[in-house]
């Protein structure tokens, strides 16, 4: 606010100084002063500029590698992925990431790390949308609404930054006309009505898929083998057909995926204990206090574990940790 006073008070000036254009060396001063004007101006305001959107993608690596926790196969998707795409001048598509998983499992959580690493002001830059199903499309009767409304903001926030990043939250709550509304933006075109949409990022995040996941994590533990050795081939035909075939997901009655629009999807897996204790000593850290093994195995005994017998995954993953915490301090 009171830089743009500042500078509305400079261009008055300026335009002043037009008029005593006699007095050159003045104007010269003037000139400059405005020139520099303009170059903190967008120092201090956010603009869609190099200045303010660029992958850090050794900060991006480092974030997934230390603070995301038990996700060795979206970890590196994600890393590749961005990377690739963000490096690439003239991509053919905007990147779509089909982000799917139980609750609690990071998926929320990932996108915001993406987000830190892309936009100097993460999660809250201008060019960073998110939308919630059941938030901003919760009754299907206002359906039509929405879809234009989508459109809208979709076309004029790309017309005003190319490189804006849409994360749709809940997509497995959301209608399946809604998501065909937005397919065009996904797909292989050059310009629609003018725009580029090839350097946007669009993230979708559902829990479809999430069961199937998790039974193969099972399966896995059950056969003693590692959890590292899950690959992305171990679940990646299984989980597009989920998403794909499950009739509760709103993703299955999308032609999103069998016209192939998204790029990636992304599993995340159910987390186990000792990523319950690594979540608890993070969350310390974040808070400022110094990370007590004690404290973390106590909370992370008190999740509540799947399958019953076993025990084995974390039913709420790491989410519940953050409200939690303060009873064990
Ligand atoms: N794999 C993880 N590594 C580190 N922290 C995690 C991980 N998963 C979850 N968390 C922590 O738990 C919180 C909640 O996770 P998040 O909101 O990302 O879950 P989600 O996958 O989006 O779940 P839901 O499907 O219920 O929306 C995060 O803010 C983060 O602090
Ligand atoms: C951009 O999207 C937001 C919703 O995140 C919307 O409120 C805004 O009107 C959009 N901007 C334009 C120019 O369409
Ligand atoms: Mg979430």
Not at 5 to 23: E, G, K, N, R
Not at 37 to 64: F, M, N
Not at 126 to 148: A, C, E, G, I, R
Request: hydrophobic share 40%; net charge positive.
């Amino acid at each position: 606010m009171k830089a743009t006073h500042l500078y509305l008070l400079l261009q008055v000036f300026l335009s002043a100084s037009v008029l005593v254009h006699t007095f050159a060396p003045l104007n010269l001063a003037v000139g400059v002063g405005a020139l520099l004007w303009r170059k903190i101006d967008s120092y201090l305001h956010e603009t869609c500029h190099p200045k303010w959107i660029a992958l850090d993608a050794t900060g991006l690596q480092v974030d997934l590698g230390n603070k995301m926790f038990g996700q060795h196969i979206a970890s590196r998707i994600i890393l590749q992925a961005v990377n690739e795409f963000m490096t690439n001048d003239n991509p053919k598509k905007p990147l779509v990431l089909s982000l799917h998983g139980s609750s609690g499992t990071g998926k929320n959580f990932v996108s915001q790390l993406i987000a830190d690493n892309i936009y100097k002001e993460g999660m809250d830059s201008n060019f960073v949308h998110m939308f919630t199903s059941t938030l901003h499309f919760p009754h299907s009767s206002h359906l039509d609404t929405y879809k234009s409304q989508l459109q809208q903001w979709i076309k004029g926030n790309v017309s005003n930054c190319a490189q804006s990043m849409f994360i749709f939250d809940e997509m497995d709550k959301m209608h399946p006309s809604l998501i065909d509304s937005i397919k065009p933006y996904l797909d292989y075109y050059h310009k629609l009505d003018g725009v580029s949409y090839r350097k946007a990022i669009f993230i979708f995040l559902s829990n479809a898929g999430g069961e199937i996941i998790a039974q193969t994590a099972l399966d896995f533990w059950k056969a003693g083998r590692d959890r590292e050795k899950i690959e992305l081939k171990d679940l990646e035909t299984l989980l597009s057909l989920e998403a794909f075939n499950n009739k509760k997901s709103g993703l299955s009655h999308s032609s999103l995926i069998d016209n192939n629009l998204v790029d990636f999807f992304v599993p995340f897996l159910p987390l186990e204990y000792r990523h319950v204790v690594q979540c608890v000593m993070a969350e310390m850290k974040a808070r400022g206090l110094r990370p007590d093994r004690g404290v973390a195995d106590r909370l992370a005994k008190d999740v509540v574990y799947f399958p019953k017998s076993e025990r084995v995954f974390s039913s709420q993953g790491c989410k519940t940790i953050e409200k939690k915490l303060k009873f064990y301090l």
